[in-house]
């Protein structure tokens, strides 16, 4: 958790910096040429890398892990090379789809890094399968921090003539080798080895729906990118001014909304090798009870996101970027938080759990309600429909997620009465912050934004302690048990204490 807020944070600042240097147009383009990445990378790096991890946690022997590994790194490249080469091959009436046509040099830029793309998320699927929590996650630190140093130089170094969004592709790039580079050397350095490949057929079966639901989902990213940006000219909209809106949602405004997986996602990651023994193990109580553990606190976090979105997105978005239009966008999707949130813990816990096509099935269900919102409501709604859009599409698949727990004994839905009441709370919370906001608008905007997220932050933290959802003397008992042990090893350092 704490490498994951380290590294959302670091993103985070660079995106306030690159919004301030570059513009809403850059950011715009480097989110298509993105978009298109992640649909290349879906194929050889969504279900396959999970597939390694869950078969690693499920085995304590390390030659069936490394043969796990060695079959997942020859199926991904595989693939990739076929990707990659269908994608050159058709490159111009796919790439001619964009409404902004200066895309395509972003696009071939990052090409290249979808093979080392594909090679550290298999290596990075064994250190989670052997719950090697903080080499896991010190990589994606290191490629933020390359990508920060990397785009610095091109801007400022005089070493290439790039435009800004080119530049961002080039850091891209340039990050996401050094960083495989970092991950072979943790890989040998924590027992992980190359071995005679395992059976490739249970690996491609389990894998397969993963795949193609993560194939679905940067199809509809691709989808998005090119079609609302397109619906918006027709609407009436100029070209440069979609593109800039678009910029500002996904570049400006998202990093803001996904903020919360910074913490939720730590989660996720250590729910999946646990799931897995436990399902081999067949303890379906077990499983029940840490994902509904798991929702709960997500539930938590998530809807203290909401309140300050909700009351301060329109400040937030002018004091850290500068642009009123990107904060409005955070106030009005201030709600995608919650089901967003939800909806990734209940996808890595179908998928920890073997119910690989069920969740794929769940995805489609959700991605054909986000199609028909992309289409029919920018005309309406501008560019807030991608805001409608999202919420719909992370809505729908959290119900269906759950739906398929439920009948199966993987939850019981204890969260629920809690989660009723904080929502209700939460609302309730979030209509007095804006209310002290516009009571607020004569005074200094730092102040008056300090002042209510202070506030709501603790009136939600009231309503959570009011609620019982945070065991206050369950904490204090752990850290007053951690305390006694730790004094008890300075005492007595050759004692074992259990």
Same mark, same amino acid.
């Given at each position: +958790?704490?490498?994951?807020?380290?590294?959302?944070?670091? /993103?985070?600042?660079? =995106?306030?910096?690159?919004?301030?240097?570059?513009?809403?147009?850059?950011?715009?383009?480097?989110?298509?040429?993105?978009?298109?990445?992640?649909?290349?990378?879906?194929?050889?790096?969504?279900?396959?890398?999970?597939?390694?991890?869950?078969?690693?946690? %499920?085995?304590?022997?390390?030659?069936? #892990?490394?043969?796990?590994?060695?079959?997942?790194l020859i199926l991904t490249v595989a693939v990739n090379l076929v990707t990659v080469g269908l994608f050159l091959l058709f490159r111009s009436p796919i790439l001619g789809l964009f409404a902004d046509q200066r895309a395509e040099k972003v696009v071939l830029i990052m090409v290249p890094a979808t093979f080392s793309t594909c090679i550290y998320n298999?290596?990075?699927?064994?250190?989670?399968?052997?719950?090697?929590?903080?080499?896991?996650?010190?990589?994606?630190?290191? %490629? %933020?921090?390359?990508?920060?140093?990397?785009?610095?130089?091109?801007?400022?170094?005089?070493?290439? /003539?790039?435009?800004?969004? @080119?530049?961002?592709?080039?850091?891209?790039?340039?990050?996401?080798?050094?960083?495989?580079?970092?991950?072979?050397?943790?890989?040998?350095?924590?027992?992980?080895?190359?071995?005679?490949?395992?059976?490739?057929?249970?690996?491609? =079966?389990?894998?397969?729906?993963?795949?193609?639901?993560?194939?679905?989902?940067?199809?509809?990213?691709?989808?998005?990118?090119? &079609?609302?940006?397109?619906? +918006?000219?027709?609407?009436?909209? @100029?070209?440069?001014?979609?593109?800039?809106?678009?910029?500002? #949602?996904?570049?400006?405004?998202?990093?803001?909304?996904?903020?919360?997986?910074?913490?939720?996602?730590?989660?996720?990651?250590?729910?999946?090798? @646990?799931?897995?023994?436990?399902?081999?193990? =067949?303890?379906?109580?077990?499983?029940?009870?840490?994902?509904?553990?798991?929702?709960?606190?997500?539930?938590?976090?998530?809807?203290?996101?909401?309140?300050?979105?909700?009351?301060?997105?329109?400040?937030?978005?002018?004091?850290?970027?500068?642009?009123?239009?990107?904060?409005?966008?955070?106030?009005?999707?201030?709600?995608?938080?919650?089901?967003?949130?939800?909806?990734?813990?209940?996808?890595? /816990?179908?998928?920890?759990?073997?119910?690989?096509?069920?969740?794929?099935?769940?995805?489609?269900?959700?991605?054909?309600?986000?199609?028909?919102?992309?289409?029919?409501?920018?005309?309406?709604?501008?560019?807030?429909?991608?805001?409608?859009?999202?919420?719909?599409?992370?809505?729908?698949?959290?119900?269906?997620?759950?739906?398929?727990?439920?009948?199966?004994?993987?939850?019981?839905?204890?969260?629920?009465?809690?989660?009723?009441?904080?929502?209700?709370?939460?609302?309730?919370?979030?209509?007095?912050?804006?209310?002290?906001?516009?009571?607020?608008?004569?005074?200094?905007?730092?102040?008056?934004?300090?002042?209510?997220?202070?506030?709501?932050?603790?009136?939600?933290?009231?309503?959570?302690? /009011?609620?019982?959802?945070?065991?206050?003397?369950? &904490?204090?008992?752990?850290?007053?048990?951690?305390?006694?042990?730790?004094?008890?090893?300075?005492?007595?350092?050759?004692?074992?204490?259990?």
């Amino acid at each position: +958790m704490c490498f994951s807020l380290i590294t959302r944070l670091i /993103a985070f600042l660079f =995106k306030v910096f690159l919004s301030r240097t570059m513009g809403a147009e850059a950011l715009g383009l480097f989110s298509m040429g993105l978009a298109v990445f992640g649909l290349l990378t879906m194929i050889p790096s969504s279900g396959i890398p999970l597939t390694v991890s869950r078969k690693v946690a %499920e085995t304590p022997d390390d030659q069936t #892990a490394h043969g796990a590994v060695t079959t997942g790194l020859i199926l991904t490249v595989a693939v990739n090379l076929v990707t990659v080469g269908l994608f050159l091959l058709f490159r111009s009436p796919i790439l001619g789809l964009f409404a902004d046509q200066r895309a395509e040099k972003v696009v071939l830029i990052m090409v290249p890094a979808t093979f080392s793309t594909c090679i550290y998320n298999v290596l990075r699927a064994y250190l989670m399968g052997r719950k090697h929590y903080v080499a896991y996650s010190v990589t994606e630190t290191f %490629e %933020e921090i390359v990508n920060v140093a990397v785009v610095l130089v091109v801007m400022y170094g005089g070493i290439v /003539a790039l435009s800004g969004s @080119e530049a961002l592709a080039t850091a891209f790039l340039v990050g996401d080798v050094l960083t495989l580079a970092v991950l072979l050397v943790l890989f040998v350095c924590l027992r992980g080895r190359l071995a005679k490949p395992a059976h490739f057929l249970p690996v491609v =079966k389990s894998s397969t729906p993963i795949t193609l639901m993560r194939l679905f989902t940067s199809l509809a990213a691709t989808f998005t990118a090119v &079609i609302l940006p397109n619906r +918006m000219v027709a609407g009436g909209m @100029e070209v440069s001014a979609a593109t800039a809106a678009y910029g500002e #949602a996904v570049g400006m405004a998202y990093p803001l909304l996904f903020a919360p997986l910074a913490i939720t996602s730590a989660l996720s990651v250590v729910l999946l090798p @646990e799931l897995a023994e436990l399902s081999a193990a =067949k303890r379906s109580d077990k499983i029940a009870a840490k994902i509904d553990l798991g929702v709960h606190y997500v539930v938590m976090i998530s809807l203290l996101f909401f309140v300050i979105y909700a009351a301060l997105g329109t400040p937030l978005g002018t004091l850290i970027y500068g642009n009123a239009a990107a904060g409005q966008f955070v106030t009005f999707a201030a709600g995608l938080v919650v089901p967003l949130t939800l909806t990734q813990l209940t996808n890595t /816990a179908l998928n920890s759990l073997g119910l690989e096509f069920r969740c794929f099935v769940n995805t489609m269900i959700a991605l054909a309600a986000m199609a028909l919102c992309l289409w029919f409501l920018p005309a309406l709604l501008g560019i807030y429909a991608l805001a409608v859009a999202q919420t719909v599409f992370y809505l729908v698949s959290f119900v269906a997620n759950v739906i398929v727990l439920a009948k199966r004994g993987y939850t019981h839905t204890a969260y629920a009465k809690s989660f009723a009441k904080l929502s209700l709370g939460a609302l309730f919370i979030a209509a007095i912050c804006i209310a002290m906001r516009y009571w607020l608008t004569n005074v200094d905007m730092i102040i008056s934004t300090i002042i209510v997220g202070l506030s709501g932050a603790t009136l939600y933290a009231a309503l959570v302690l /009011a609620t019982k959802s945070l065991d206050v003397k369950l &904490i204090f008992a752990i850290l007053k048990r951690k305390k006694h042990k730790a004094l008890d090893k300075q005492h007595y350092p050759n004692q074992s204490i259990s």
